[in-house]
């Protein structure tokens, strides 16, 4: 995968999901993202993340879904890469 801007190659995985119109398959949404590993890799070693760690974020992400103010969302994700 070859990211816009810098044009830097990446691992990603890819999920698309195709509906039939008028005869023609069309995407109709789709999702890329960098593979996990790659990011683990270049990450500065520490302590893993505990399971229940993540659920506690998965919880914090969830619950600003469900307020729908979009700033919630945003504010859950990292300012940087």
Do not use: C
């Not at 691992?11 to 119109?21: G, H």
């Not at 008028?22 to 683990?40: C, F, R, T, Y």
């Amino acid at each position: 995968f070859t990211m816009g801007a810098r044009g830097d190659k990446v691992k990603a995985r890819y999920s698309f999901f195709y509906v039939e119109e008028d005869g023609e398959w069309k995407i109709q949404h789709h999702h890329s993202s960098v593979m996990p590993e790659a990011q683990l890799a270049a990450a500065p070693k520490g302590e893993d993340i505990t399971e229940d760690e993540v659920k506690g974020l998965f919880s914090l992400w969830n619950d600003a879904l469900a307020t729908l103010d979009p700033k919630k969302v945003a504010d859950r994700y990292a300012k940087k890469g």
